[in-house]
């Protein structure tokens, strides 16, 4: 398995401006975040970032969501990208609250986020977690700066963490 090429301050722009205009436009009922990492695996060596509407064909189809997004895309496109603190994310569950919080909060911007759900995944071969938050770091347009670990992470995946972050010369935030 391979991970996409992320670009987190990409990312991180789009997620500026879809909660920006969803300000202007929508009253209730809608939540922005990151989604965590799930598309792919991928050989592409470019980078991608996904901006997606929803989880339901109701919400895919709807045009205003659709100009929405349309325009947040436009604006992250055509502003220079932000200064941010590129991270990877371990925990959390598929919308990732945490670390969506944590952009406007810590200055941080993600492209990588490996849920709890996929940390579950991966009990009984600690060593394919390892393969994969090793290409979340290295499969970034931007370098990788931090890991942040979110709310209770099994002890073998924050020695996997700890170790990565070692090796690479990363911040962890446990």
Known sequence: MRLAVANPPIALSILRALTEISRQYITSGIEITYEVTHHGPTELNKPITFAEIGSSPAEWSHKPYQEIVAKAVY?????????????????????????????????????????????????????????????????????????????????????????????YGLELLE
């Open 75 to 167: 604006i992250a496109l055509s502003e220079n990208p932000p200064e941010c603190i590129s991270s990877v994310g371990i925990g959390g569950g598929h919308y990732a609250h945490q670390f969506t919080e944590r952009v406007f909060t810590a200055g941080e911007c993600y492209g990588h986020i490996l849920s709890r759900h996929v940390v579950k995944e991966f009990r009984d071969a600690p060593e394919r977690f390892e393969y994969i938050l090793r290409q979340a770091v290295m499969r970034s347009a931007v370098t990788t700066k931090r890991i942040v670990l979110e709310g209770k992470t099994p002890s073998y995946i924050k020695q996997i963490a700890r170790s990565v972050a070692n090796n």
